[in-house]
């Protein structure tokens, strides 16, 4: 995957080239990233990157000339590298006004050959860079953040886990919470005892049936107590609902 990201502040990306799963797939090439920052784009002595809002208020904007030639820099340098026939790379704001982003959409933008993310600072960015230059919205959730680059980072760390081969193990991101709509049940590790607390007895059994089914019940619990909205928005299978029904049963009577 290809990605442009226009940022005032590119050095805060080595938090996704450098570490972990998102570092090894850089490494690897799997992901690309290259960054523009607005202020190369800037042509007066000061290189200032924001500017007064018309109509006055608190904060200041992105300067627009900058911005605009960052973004169309990053859109040539992305599509440069495009396959023949591609897709137009599309241009990704993040901001608290975009579409809430989740596992589900997390696995169609991880589709895309390409994008260009743009990461807003300030108060954000001119109306009408907003209307000429944007795709997409896409928001973390609703709250404010200071600046687009986290979540720019955090949206290119959960594409980086669909990427064929960047997990160790193809089939962990498809079981994470979310993919199939249910959390993930709870998981144990050495030691088999601690402080009193004993690892559950079937997931020592070896029985690989009886532990499938006890993941899925404990899956569906975890949802029910934790996140029933998601249950709400789903129709189970006869089986589901049945561990479902054992699970309240058990929790009820405990
Ligand atoms: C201080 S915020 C600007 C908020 C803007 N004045 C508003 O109220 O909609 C600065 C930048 O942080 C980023 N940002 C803030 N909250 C975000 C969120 N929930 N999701 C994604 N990006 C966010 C956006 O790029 C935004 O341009």
């Known amino acids: 995957m290809q990605l442009g990201i226009v940022t005032l502040f590119p050095a805060m990306f080595a938090a996704v080239t450098e570490y972990g799963i998102s570092g090894r797939a850089v490494r690897s090439g799997l992901m690309n990233l290259e960054l523009f920052n607005p202020r190369d784009y800037t042509t007066d002595k000061h290189r200032s990157v924001d500017d007064k809002p018309f109509g006055g208020g608190p904060g200041m904007l992105m300067k627009t000339e900058p911005l605009m030639a960052s973004i169309a820099a990053a859109r040539r340098a992305v599509e440069k590298k495009h396959a023949a026939g591609a897709d137009k790379t599309k241009v990704i704001y993040l901001s608290p006004q975009g579409k809430t982003l989740k596992q589900d959409s997390i696995i169609d933008l991880a589709q895309r050959e390409s994008m260009v993310l743009l990461c807003g600072r300030y108060q954000g960015i001119d109306n009408r860079v907003l209307e000429s230059e944007i795709d997409e919205e896409w928001s973390l959730g609703d709250f404010v953040i200071s600046g687009g680059e986290l979540a720019a980072m955090t949206l290119i ?98």
């Open 157 to 254: 760390d959960a594409m980086t886990r669909f990427q064929p081969g960047a997990l160790g193990d193809e089939g962990s991101a498809l079981e994470d919470s979310f993919s199939n709509g249910l959390l993930h049940s709870p998981e144990y590790t050495r030691p088999q005892s601690i402080n009193g607390q004993d690892v559950p007895e079937v997931l020592l059994s070896g029985d690989h049936e009886a532990i499938r089914k006890w993941r899925l019940k404990q899956s569906l619990g975890a949802t029910w107590l934790k996140r029933p909205d998601l249950l709400q928005a789903m129709s189970l299978e006869t089986e589901q609902e049945e561990l479902l029904e054992q699970f309240k049963q058990d929790y009820l009577h405990d």
